[in-house]
């Protein structure tokens, strides 16, 4: 039997359609198309059951892909290995991040990465949706949520957490609430769509409670919402590391404080497929990120403990 083509059924199955594995591959869909024929045809069984919009294997066809994906990485080792001889740490990969963290925290460290590994090509994305990895082709992201999806490969970076806090000008002309009641008729300025309530929830010690705000100022850009905060424009709730220089440096006060709110979840983590192969240039990026994540959990404004 073809490695290679015990290879292309992985990359199909995996795709989830001919047309995507073919784009993948970067060859024709007839040419996918025909390859799978031959493999179905060599075997004497149908390996892949074939709806108007996806493909999905039969039980042989899973059999074969779970030993074609040993085989397909073990070809792609040696191919790597072969490629990088000599040459240095080389590679790509594609990564996706929230815009408010990937912008404010992440960015710096990518470019650090990039200073040190020279030769690795990073596809960066900035974006809030949790994606679909394998529709998506990315090779690791990082996401806020309270627990990481079961089918993917979770390491957890740090607590997350978003404060409510006001500039100083602000608390001056029109005080402060001193109670989460108070907090839903004041102006909010934070990450959700404008003109749709958003779902917050409060922490004290063992006390949860819910909360429906309606945002005054929403945004997906970070940056603007504090500035937006130090202009005096509402208060903000946002997450603590956006804020907690400016809270160090006296210009924001922190309000409601010791609740703890949560919209979008309190971990985040970094995440990527199971079963995907990582090159040696994607291992290194996580390592690298976990590292970062780590020394950045112990700084006064990353608005969290030390790890």
Same mark, same amino acid.
Request: hydrophobic letters at 45%; proline letters at 5%.
């Given at each position: 039997?073809?490695?290679?083509?015990?290879?292309?059924?992985?990359? @199909? @199955?995996?795709?989830?359609?001919?047309?995507?594995?073919?784009?993948?591959?970067?060859?024709?869909?007839?040419?996918?198309?025909?390859?799978?024929?031959?493999?179905?045809?060599?075997?004497?069984?149908?390996?892949?059951?074939?709806?108007?919009?996806?493909?999905?294997?039969?039980?042989?066809?899973?059999?074969?892909?779970?030993?074609?994906?040993?085989?397909? #990485?073990?070809?792609?080792?040696?191919?790597?290995?072969?490629?990088?001889?000599?040459?240095?740490?080389?590679?790509?990969?594609?990564?996706?991040?929230?815009?408010?963290?990937?912008?404010?925290?992440?960015?710096?460290?990518?470019?650090?990465?990039?200073?040190?590994?020279?030769?690795?090509?990073?596809?960066?994305?900035?974006?809030?949706? @949790?994606?679909?990895?394998?529709?998506?082709?990315?090779?690791?992201?990082?996401?806020?949520?309270?627990?990481?999806?079961?089918?993917?490969?979770?390491?957890?970076?740090?607590?997350?957490?978003?404060?409510?806090?006001?500039?100083?000008?602000?608390?001056?002309?029109?005080?402060?609430? #001193?109670?989460?009641?108070?907090?839903?008729?004041?102006?909010?300025? *934070?990450?959700?769509?404008?003109?749709?309530?958003?779902?917050?929830?409060?922490?004290?010690?063992?006390?949860? /409670?819910?909360?429906?705000?309606?945002?005054?100022?929403?945004?997906?850009?970070?940056?603007?919402?504090?500035?937006?905060?130090?202009?005096?424009?509402?208060?903000?709730?946002?997450?603590?590391?956006?804020?907690?220089?400016?809270?160090?440096?006296?210009?924001?006060?922190?309000?409601?404080?010791?609740?703890?709110?949560?919209?979008?979840?309190?971990?985040?983590?970094?995440?990527?497929?199971?079963? /995907?192969?990582?090159?040696?240039?994607?291992? *290194?990026? @996580?390592?690298?990120?976990?590292?970062?994540?780590?020394?950045?959990?112990?700084?006064?404004?990353?608005?969290?403990?030390?790890?």
């Amino acid at each position: 039997m073809d490695a290679h083509a015990l290879a292309l059924l992985v990359d @199909i @199955i995996e795709a989830g359609n001919l047309s995507l594995a073919a784009r993948r591959l970067k060859i024709s869909r007839a040419n996918v198309s025909y390859h799978l024929a031959q493999l179905e045809k060599q075997t004497g069984v149908q390996l892949i059951r074939r709806t108007t919009r996806r493909i999905e294997p039969t039980e042989m066809g899973l059999k074969l892909y779970q030993h074609g994906r040993v085989i397909r #990485d073990e070809l792609r080792a040696a191919q790597e290995s072969v490629a990088t001889l000599g040459k240095g740490l080389h590679g790509s990969v594609r990564m996706s991040m929230p815009t408010g963290f990937g912008y404010m925290v992440m960015s710096g460290w990518l470019i650090e990465f990039k200073r040190s590994y020279p030769n690795i090509t990073l596809d960066l994305v900035f974006d809030n949706k @949790i994606d679909d990895l394998l529709r998506d082709e990315v090779d690791i992201a990082v996401r806020v949520m309270s627990d990481p999806p079961q089918q993917m490969v979770a390491i957890e970076l740090a607590q997350m957490r978003h404060v409510v806090c006001a500039s100083v000008a602000y608390a001056a002309e029109h005080g402060l609430p #001193d109670t989460l009641e108070a907090l839903q008729a004041a102006p909010v300025i *934070t990450s959700a769509v404008t003109g749709r309530s958003l779902k917050v929830s409060a922490y004290l010690g063992t006390e949860r /409670r819910e909360l429906t705000l309606s945002p005054s100022l929403a945004s997906e850009n970070f940056v603007f919402l504090r500035e937006a905060v130090l202009a005096g424009l509402g208060l903000g709730l946002l997450p603590d590391y956006t804020i907690a220089q400016d809270i160090l440096d006296g210009r924001v006060v922190n309000v409601l404080d010791p609740w703890r709110f949560s919209v979008f979840g309190t971990r985040m983590f970094l995440l990527r497929m199971p079963d /995907r192969y990582q090159t040696q240039a994607a291992r *290194t990026l @996580i390592d690298f990120v976990v590292a970062k994540a780590a020394e950045w959990r112990a700084l006064p404004t990353s608005g969290q403990p030390p790890a």
